[in-house]
């Protein structure tokens, strides 16, 4: 089938649904429904408010330069058909997907919007993308070629060159792009880009060399826009930011750098107490007996666990204590292992803990970066592993 009947056929689906009131009335009764009872697990509340504001605020730091927005893995796991909306309406025209199909979720929400595929152009996918309005990230001299063929042939398509400059991820040589200086109208080049390998230690000596690079690069290149800044290069100065930044984590209130205190909040975590119950001093709470309790204590049994991206290796042991949840205005520690559906936190100094209330897991009072260093990780992993249980709730949106 055509790529672009696909892309045609999705979007009068969606148009079809919204034309029929009471084919969405009944299933969004059912769905309703369906919450009140699945939904008995863990609930995650996105603050669409606190996305618009955060992208404002990087939009207001990056000065004269444009700001787009990276919302690959469903907008960093808050959903990309609720992210995207939320974003326009702020300002922004630009985005930047990893995978096509992220892309045309994306144009069926916005059709103007100009839209990156970071991960460049797969084998025969030149003029599919082209049809669907996306523009890849040529990082390969394959790609170039690929590209140029179907450039050659006709096609109108528009893309992106990336300039590897000391990441060796992605991305042509320096080189290769002074080969490619010329052929900027040939090859429908819309931005010339790089990205930043070290950008959250401002220290690091990569960071001027790449720099350097991109500057060199960006020359070869007059006629485009440069792009080199994310969330943490958009912070190291000025002369990182060239014409237009990629902000990623920022927007969604995760850290960038140690250096670089965090935005606001956007998406908060939590999960009910199932049963509270009591352990006397010495016993063993959880899977492997790893944490014994040292005094007489109550502990509340959460509905949440690894299967909803809650990672295994934040929970706590004898020798390593674990991460924290956050209820009646006060922390309460896990104890012991992270279950694939369950885990435990000591409530005893919270009385007023009671079965069904709803504890943080992150959000305000524990941020996102906490839990994820108490797990050996970074919040960009937590937030992309929110599994598909919890009852979504948008707010901050009209």
Known sequence: MDWSAKITGSI??????????????????????????????????????????????????????????????????????????????AGCRCFFVALPQEGIRLKALLPSATVYVLNGLLPGEAARLAAAGL???????????????????????????????????LGVTLDEAAALADRTE????????????????????????????????????????????NSAGLHLSPDYSFDLVRPGIALYGGRFGTDFPALEPVVCVEARIVQIRSVAAGETVGYGATQHVKRPSRIAILSAGYADGYHRMAGSSDGAPGASAFLHGRH???????????????????????????????????????????????????????????????????
């Open 12 to 89: 009068c689906l969606r148009n079809n649904l919204a034309a029929n009131p009471r084919k969405v009335a009944a299933m969004e009764s059912i769905d309703d429904a369906a919450a009140e009872i699945w939904g008995s697990g863990g609930r995650l509340t996105v603050d669409l408010g606190a996305l618009a504001r955060n992208w404002r605020t990087l939009a207001d730091r990056a000065a004269d330069a444009e700001t787009a927005a990276a919302v690959k893995g469903d907008a960093y796991g808050i959903g990309l058909e609720q992210a995207v909306p939320a974003l326009a309406k």
């Open 135 to 169: 523009r890849p990230v040529l990082g390969s001299m394959a790609e170039i070629d690929e590209w140029a063929a179907y450039r050659a042939a006709g096609g109108d398509g528009r893309a992106a060159l990336h300039v590897d400059t000391g990441m060796n991820r």
């Open 186 to 229: 040939a090859l429908g080049l819309s931005l010339v880009m790089s990205h930043l390998a070290c950008a959250d230690q401002p220290e690091h000596p990569l960071n001027a060399a790449q720099l350097g690079a991109f500057a060199t690069a960006a020359r070869l290149f007059p006629s485009l826009p440069a792009s080199l800044a």
């Open 332 to 398: 309460a520690p896990l104890v012991g292992r992270i279950s694939m559906d369950l885990m435990a936190i000591d409530v005893t100094d919270i009385p007023e803990a009671r079965r069904g209330d709803h504890a943080e897991l992150f959000g305000p009072n524990i941020p996102v970066d906490q839990v994820a260093a108490s797990a050996g990780t970074i919040g960009y992993e937590l937030l992309t592993s929110l599994g598909k249980r919890y009852r979504r709730h948008y707010v901050g949106g009209a």
